[in-house]
């Protein structure tokens, strides 16, 4: 989300995202919804409109993430993405560009 009211539609177009762990996890998918951060790795930076998972991890290794959006947003299916864990430096960063439907876009934002 480019802009901070863009920000605020999260939690009207994201139901949950299930990050799927490496399989030496115990319990390997972790569903999660937006504005349930661990209030422990909160910055000034981050708040209710975002979507978070912090945990321990040692090695690299591939997570996949589904990102589930609510019914109202048109979507028919889940957007997967696979993302490689990174700790070198300050870690890796990765922006996805998703479309919408404009016109029900307009309307989440009433």
């Known amino acids: 989300m480019k802009n901070k009211s863009d920000k605020a539609l999260i939690h009207k177009l994201i139901d949950r995202v299930d990050f799927h ?3 030496s996890y115990k319990h390997s ?3 999660v919804n937006p504005g349930s951060i661990d209030k422990k790795s909160l910055s000034k930076d981050k708040g209710i ?3 978070s998972l912090t945990l321990a991890s040692w090695g690299f290794f ?3 993430f589904m990102i589930h959006f609510k019914k109202e947003t ?3 299916a889940p957007f997967t993405y696979d993302h490689w864990l990174c700790f070198d430096g300050s870690g890796r960063n990765e922006t996805v560009a998703l479309s919408f439907n404009k016109q029900k876009l ?3 934002r009433k």
């Open 21 to 23: 762990l490496h399989d």
């Open 74 to 76: 048109g979507a028919d």
């Open 49 to 51: 409109d975002e979507v």
């Open 29 to 31: 998918v972790k569903s």
């Open 62 to 64: 591939e997570v996949k």
């Open 106 to 108: 307009e309307e989440l």
